[in-house]
């Protein structure tokens, strides 16, 4: 059984700096991408950033990139998501996603398990 747990959200002013953590369990077999994707209220879901299975090819969306850095520590089993230079419009609910096909793609229905999301509140 494949489990997802974020952890790390909070509330920081703009400008400031979080660390997202997952920890996954059960992705015992695969080449498994992880990805963050967070959803605003109001909003669509979007894909924030993405990592291969073996950490050598990541992929981030246009909002974000210079600012986040995704990584994982497969020994560990947990991947995070460094954010700098946090802007308001990045307060959201992260979610922490695996995709079982390898694909580092940014389409969240590419992606087979989820976490149950860390709010990040990012103030003026």
């Known amino acids: 059984q494949v489990q997802l747990v974020e952890s790390g959200g909070g509330l920081v002013q703009a400008g400031g700096s979080l660390r997202l953590s997952c920890a996954a369990s059960?992705?015992?077999?695969?080449?498994?991408?992880m990805g963050w994707f967070r959803q605003a209220p109001g909003k669509d879901r979007e894909f924030v950033a993405g990592i291969s299975w073996s950490g050598g090819s990541t992929r981030y969306a246009d909002s974000v990139k210079g600012r986040f850095t995704i990584s994982r520590d497969k020994a560990k089993n947990t991947v995070y998501l460094q954010m700098a230079t946090l802007k308001p419009e990045d307060t959201a609910v992260y979610y922490c996603?695996?995709?079982?096909?390898?694909?580092?793609?940014?389409?969240?229905?590419?992606?087979?398990?989820w976490g149950q999301g860390t709010q990040v509140t990012v103030s003026s």
């Open positions: 059960g992705l015992t077999r695969g080449n498994f991408v």
């Open positions: 996603a695996a995709n079982s096909r390898g694909l580092l793609v940014v389409a969240g229905t590419a992606y087979d398990y």
